[in-house]
């Protein structure tokens, strides 16, 4: 299994990108900076985040450069818990306040900027609950704590708890009021922000640090939580010695925009908040075949018993492969065995099966190379190889990865026709079905198939290794019940048949106590009935009077319809299975006497011959 979230071991050649940023950063040189990580959920941003701080903190640095100090905020962890706004000033002010302290120096200046954070935050409590109160609405926060308790006291109900829970909340009130909003002359919203702009500027100075935040996850937040976000980074932007690093998807962010601005058309609205926010706007670059599947051999490597130091050194060597992609270099199976000769055998299995998913991985518009999709298949695909080895069902991995495959990327009719095909033959084989599409496929010859199957994506999958035509799916049906219920012949009986059938196998030699019960069942079900039994006859090495005999024979009484299945079963036994004990059991069944021809036909013993004659 592999954990989805993001990473500071870079299997996406990303590190690149992540040094763009960093060396963006770098030159600017103290001066004010926004850049902003774009792309699509799941695409790798958060990573690229890690992957920027790692390449700031490695540089090297001469005597005299200014230092970097770092801020991670999510914005996603305090929504519906506090005010998005006020967090993330907070986290700025606390953060350069342990440094000034560290440092000793610009400490006057990093406490002045927390104590205007703090103004900021009582202000927007109290003015809260003032409009609360304005309103005919309780107030909030611990004002509106003290004030349910006061209407407690005056209703007269109040007791002993009542008065020390007054007592303790007046306490806080008074600490939040009186200790947060200090008497200021002539304080006021505007005046406090330019203040507290200056105390956040006159402190990176006085460190000479760069303060860089990265804001990850805002993406994942609802509109007001992403503005209230927005709104605090405006409030630092542009200042000397900041850069914000922001990773969120764009189209997102402008979503949430326009329903801050909601009622207004203009886009180019939309579009003007946000080139104001970020200076230099970077995209996740798109991965190709080359990268998913060098990610996919990773993410395997990764969960293999190769010890660190020699999955470090695939990793670096990947990585420097992926560099040179442009120049026809590719990272492959063959690529990977040649930096370590000493590749388990079931490793090097997976990296066969990378090479084979990883076409699809990129061209499938559903999962388009997206790493988080692509680990969550593979988390899939190892949860259902866990249930098969933990339930003792034997399962072929790559069959179970390209049934998977289909089951998430397919067409939902053609995936059920699929099932249906498998759990409706004897042998679990989709052979009528898939059989020649399979082929066709393979020979790259033209063919047509049913509309619900046609799609680029099935024939491209139709191609991929094994084939499943000759292959048993029962039991990849069996381990994929969350999606796909398995459709046994059983699922079609009535009730009293299944009882029947479960009597049946379970003991044979008594099936004659069951004849009268059999008369009663519809003859659809009868042939259900009789599919089981044969299946489970098929298990029978020699064919004297076996148990399963008896079962099917009595069947066959119940409903003479099934007498001729049962027959034509019989004669295609291997002739040196029959034992001359079945001839009179059999003797005057109708049925019996075209059986005993094709016996003689196929040279069955002397000894059953001698008995088919004397009958």
């Not at 939040?176 to 507290?196: C, H, R, T, V």
């Not at 925009?257 to 200076?279: A, C, M, P, W």
């Amino acid at each position: 299994m592999w954990p989805d979230n993001e990473t500071t071991r870079d299997f996406l050649n990303f590190s690149g990108v992540a040094d763009t940023v960093a060396e963006i950063i770098v030159q600017a040189q103290g001066r004010p900076t926004s850049i902003g990580v774009s792309g699509a959920w799941g695409v790798g941003k958060s990573s690229m985040i890690k992957l920027t701080r790692i390449a700031l903190e490695s540089r090297t640095s001469s005597p005299g450069d200014r230092e970097f100090i770092f801020v991670e905020f999510n914005a996603w962890l305090y929504q519906g818990y506090d005010d998005a706004r006020a967090a993330l000033m907070e986290v700025i002010a606390t953060t350069l306040l342990e440094e000034a302290e560290k440092r000793k120096k610009g400490l006057d200046k990093a406490k002045d900027l927390l104590r205007r954070v703090d103004w900021l935050r009582a202000a927007k409590l109290t003015a809260g609950s003032a409009l609360a109160m304005s309103l005919g609405l309780p107030p909030v926060g611990l004002i509106g704590e003290a004030w349910h308790l006061g209407r407690k006291v005056i209703g007269g109900g109040a007791d002993q708890k009542t008065v020390t829970d007054i007592t303790e909340t007046g306490a806080k009130v008074g600490e939040e009021l009186f200790g947060l909003l200090k008497p200021k002359a002539d304080a006021s919203p505007p005046k406090e922000i330019q203040a507290l702009r200056d105390s956040f500027e006159s402190s990176l100075q006085e460190m000479n640090v760069t303060i860089v935040v990265l804001i990850d996850d805002l993406d994942r937040c609802l509109p007001e939580t992403t503005i209230s976000t927005l709104e605090a980074i405006r409030l630092f932007l542009f200042l000397s010695n900041a850069a914000f690093v922001i990773a969120a998807d764009t189209e997102m962010i402008k979503h949430a925009v326009r329903k801050h601005f909601e009622g207004v058309t203009d886009n180019n609205l939309v579009t003007s908040y946000f080139d104001k926010l970020i200076q230099i706007p970077i995209r996740v670059p798109q991965l190709g075949t080359q990268e998913v599947r060098a990610y996919l051999m990773l993410l395997y490597i990764e969960n293999s018993d190769l010890d660190e130091t020699a999955q470090e050194h695939i990793r670096t060597n990947v990585m420097a492969q992926l560099r040179k992609s442009w120049q026809g270099k590719r990272v492959d199976s063959r690529f990977i065995q040649s930096l370590n000769e000493n590749l388990p055998t079931a490793l090097i299995g997976k990296l066969d099966t990378a090479e084979k998913l990883a076409p699809i991985m990129t061209a499938s518009r559903d999962i388009g190379g997206n790493p988080r999709l692509i680990k969550r298949f593979l988390n899939a695909l190892s949860i259902r190889m866990a249930i098969s080895k933990a339930q003792g069902v034997g399962v072929d991995e790559a069959a179970l990865a390209k049934m998977l495959l289909f089951e998430r990327l397919g067409s939902p009719d053609a995936y059920k026709a699929l099932i249906a095909a498998v759990s409706t033959s004897d042998s679990g084989k989709p052979d009528l079905l898939l059989a020649e599409w399979e082929d066709r496929a393979n020979a790259a010859t033209q063919f047509e198939l049913p509309a619900q199957w046609e799609s680029p994506f099935v024939r491209q999958w139709l191609t991929l290794p094994p084939r499943l035509a000759d292959l048993d799916l029962r039991g990849v049906l069996y381990v994929s019940r969350e999606y796909a219920p398995v459709m046994t012949p059983e699922d079609r009986l009535s009730s009293t048949s299944a009882d029947l059938l479960v009597a049946l196998l379970e003991h044979p030699a008594m099936a004659a106590g069951l004849k009268e019960q059999l008369t009663k069942v519809p003859t659809e079900e009868m042939a259900v009935i009789m599919d089981r039994l044969l299946d489970e006859a098929r298990q029978q090495q020699e064919w004297g009077i076996p148990d399963i005999l008896e079962a099917c024979l009595v069947v066959c009484d119940a409903d003479p319809s099934q007498g001729k299945r049962l027959g034509a079963f019989l004669s295609d036994r291997p002739p040196n299975q029959i034992q001359p004990s079945i001839v009179p059991k059999i003797g005057d069944k109708p049925w019996a006497a075209e059986v005993f021809a094709l016996w003689k036909q196929r040279r069955v013993s002397t000894v059953v011959v001698r008995a088919i004659n004397k009958l």
